[in-house]
């Protein structure tokens, strides 16, 4: 730093710590706080100024896109140990002394817009200072807290503070690269060289990100470097357009598999056709100036055509008025996590109102920023703090009623109520009536239908024909199996369910899948696919799900919806195509008794509970013991399925009956559909071997003589084909 020598030791250690300190200091505040020592009667000098302000946060301003769970901020200070990191990392390089010294002071400061009391914040809004962009906001703070007046090292270190970080949000497409620009300032003033520019850049650099993640540091350092360079030269990188910007705000969706540029293409068409004539480069001009903040941790969950719609909502909002340089989704991002067990989640309830309410959004309407009309409950909405027009905040509003139904939802999730509760929401939503979106446990679910590969695979030497057709496909696991051992077949899934359209689509980019799915409905798939087009059609653990979920003439738990798919199904194959059933059933004679005998005596209260729970017909038992009961042989295997799941899936599995007929029941309503037009060609039945694993050392099955006996057949393959008589 070539003016260094000129300035005194007293301008040198002006409103800092010499150099070591910062970390010590953090070090000793952040031990004595665990140690329960109060530092509330401390005076001004006996912390240092950017400590007092960082120890002062009464909240926690928080990126929620690298933290496990809500619930631990409470439990410490993220902002604190986030500064200590970074010094860490800042003491372990090998730099010059006066490199280390200007960049621990700009490491301890970088942080403290976020820190603070409520008044105190207040009281800096007052003044002007914009702590809603901590980089800007610690920049003001470190200049009105400095004593004495401006040397080329506070210059130096307010620039370094005020473009913190913007190298990383570049990156991320958060900010266009020219925000970078003042930094070669120094340069062109003759304080650095470019050589010192870029070795303090990419020092400053290493300990920001490297105290996010040291993985994220080892990602980006190539990139970062190329950014620097461009920096001390003065110039801006060729791919600096908007759709590597785009392209760099959804970065971790297409990792996860998203298929961006296709999508991008069908982006342009539509933006053309509701009036935007320069598509994307005309609707997104706007863009060019801004800084985004939290955009990732807030949209990455949504789709690519509802990202734009959004932001192309939070440009409109930020141009009204004064106009506003940065728009934050800082409180969109509150709003859409909670706590699941100790486990941050995304809450998916205002997830897919949110999607319904973009998808329902026209295109004209996003670009002019207009509201969704039909959508009483739920609007956007871009609002500024009254010190500040030059920060705007993005979210959605839910209405009073909706925030409550929501939150409601949330407490009932492990409770009987969930599903009234969840239903009430769609209702008021005007969202489907189905139960196949299980929320929370989404995730959990589709990875358990992944594990039932082997149980599937009995049904592949029935296949025929070139063109299969998987209804309900979950997780993917019946269409990996055909793909891999009938690589000639062409293999189609239909679901009614979004995101096990979302998560399929993703995998099957990721892994470089050949089979397709398509959203439709299992008792309308002539609405989706032609009919004759298919030559084997499989229900594979679904039909009992239709059985339990969907109301057919106003009611579920209806042999008419099993009906319906298997009339639906039949429209799609031509003579000599398929249908493959693989389901629950009931046990024959159905008058037999079981008696269980609980380990446990306290799990008798699990069968007490469903049988109050459970809305497909009424189960009944005869308590003998403290832990024995004898009942009918179907009522007792309808409870032992869903006891089988544990406690985690109950509140689902509860609603779900998997036997609903005998197997010659099957056959009988098979025939009565169909008649000559069918011939069976296979039909039998079997037990899961998974019962009885997950029920031994939990409960005993006898019968009513006392004898404890095997598990019955749970569950039936029937081969149809279509003979083509009428």
């Known amino acids: 730093m070539r003016r260094r020598t000129e300035r ?36 001004d000098g006996e912390l240092p100024i950017w400590l007092q302000i960082l120890a002062s946060a009464e909240e926690y301003i928080v990126n929620y896109e690298r933290i496990g769970s809500i619930g631990e901020l409470e439990q410490l200070n993220p902002v604190l140990a986030y500064v200590e990191r970074s010094l860490d990392i800042l003491h372990s390089l090998h730099l010059s002394f006066w490199m280390k010294e200007l960049l621990e002071e700009v490491l301890a400061w970088s942080e403290t817009a976020k820190g603070g009391t409520r008044l105190d914040r207040i009281g800096w809004q007052r003044q002007g200072i914009n702590v809603f962009v901590h980089n800007e906001g610690s920049a003001d703070l470190y200049l009105a807290k400095s004593q004495g007046g401006m040397g080329d090292r506070e210059r130096l270190t307010a620039l370094l503070i005020r473009t913190h970080g913007l190298l990383g949000q570049y990156l991320r497409g958060e900010v266009p690269f020219a925000a970078n620009l003042p930094l ?35 990602s980006v350092e190539p990139d970062l470097e190329h950014c620097v360079l461009h920096i001390s030269l003065g110039t801006v990188p060729k791919d600096d357009g908007l759709t590597a910007r785009l392209r760099r705000l959804r970065a971790d969706s297409i990792r996860r598999g998203e298929d961006f540029d296709s999508e991008l293409e069908t982006m342009e068409e539509r933006l053309k056709a509701a009036g935007a004539q320069g598509g994307l480069q005309e609707a997104f001009a706007r863009l060019e100036d801004k800084t985004l903040w939290y955009v990732e941790a807030a949209l990455s969950e949504f789709s690519l055509e509802e990202f734009v719609k959004v932001m192309l909502l939070a440009l409109q909002g930020a141009e009204e008025g004064q106009g506003a340089r940065h728009i934050s989704f800082e409180r969109l991002m509150h709003g859409l996590y909670y706590d699941y067990k100790g486990v941050k989640k995304i809450n998916l309830y205002k997830k897919r109102i949110i999607e319904k309410y973009l998808r329902e959004l026209d295109w004209a309407s996003a670009l002019q920023g207009g509201s969704h009309i039909g959508s009483p409950h739920l609007r956007h909405r ?41 239903l009430m929401l769609m209702d008021l939503f ?38 299969v057709l998987d209804i309900g496909p979950g997780g993917g696991v019946m269409l990996d199996l055909i793909e891999q051992e009938l690589p000639d077949k062409e293999v189609i899934g239909v679901d009614i369910s979004e995101n096990v359209i979302e998560a399929l ?30 030559d084997t059609v499989i229900f594979s653990s679904i039909l009992h799900e239709l059985y339990s979920y969907i109301p057919f003439n106003g009611r579920k738990f209806n042999l008419d919806t099993v009906r319906a798919a298997l009339r639906s199904a039949f429209e799609l194959i031509p003579a000599g195509g398929r249908i493959l059933i693989r389901d629950g059933i009931m046990t024959e004679p159905r008058e037999q008794m ?133």
């Open 382 to 422: 871009t609002t500024r703090e009254k010190s500040n027009n030059d920060t705007c905040f993005f979210s959605f509003l839910f209405s009073p009623a909706a925030e409550k139904l929501i939150d409601f939802c949330v407490e009932a999730e492990k409770s009987p109520l969930y599903e009234r509760a969840v």
């Open 184 to 218: 070669r300032g120094p340069v062109d003033e003759g304080l650095l060289t470019e050589t010192e520019l870029a070795r303090l850049l990419m020092a400053l650099n290493r300990c920001v990100i490297g105290a996010v993640s040291e993985e994220l540091w080892q």
């Open 594 to 726: 079981r008696r269980l005998i609980f380990t446990d005596p306290e799990d008798l209260r699990w069968l007490e509970r469903y049988a109050d729970d459970f809305a497909g017909r009424k189960i009944a038992y005869e308590q003998l013991g403290p832990s024995e009961v004898r009942m009918p042989v179907n009522d007792a295997m309808e409870f032992l399925y869903t006891y089988t799941w544990g406690e985690e899936a109950y509140v689902h599995e509860v609603q779900e009956q998997f036997g609903y007929m005998t197997l010659p029941e099957y056959e009988a309503c098979i025939g009565e559909l169909f008649g000559e037009q069918v011939k069976i060609l296979f039909s039998r039945s079997f037990l899961q071997p998974g019962y009885t694993l997950a029920l031994q050392g939990k409960v005993r099955v006898m019968d009513d003589a006392g004898k404890e006996i095997p598990l019955p057949h749970s569950t039936c393959i029937i081969v149809i084909e279509k003979t083509g008589s009428v």
């Open 505 to 534: 689509e993703r995998r099957k980019r990721l892994e470089g899948r050949t089979w397709w799915v398509l959203k439709g409905d299992a008792l309308h798939l002539s609405d989706t696919i032609p009919s004759g087009s298919i």
């Open 430 to 467: 005007d969202l489907r009536r189905d139960a196949y979106d299980r929320f929370h446990n989404e995730d959990d679910y589709l990875e358990t239908m992944n594990g039932s590969a082997d149980d599937k695979k009995i049904l592949l030497p029935f296949i025929v024909g070139s063109r």
């Open 8 to 43: 005194s030791e007293k301008e040198t250690c002006r409103g800092v710590n010499v150099m070591g300190s910062a970390l010590e200091e953090i070090r000793a505040y952040m031990a004595g706080e665990e140690d329960g020592e109060d530092f509330s009667g401390l005076g």
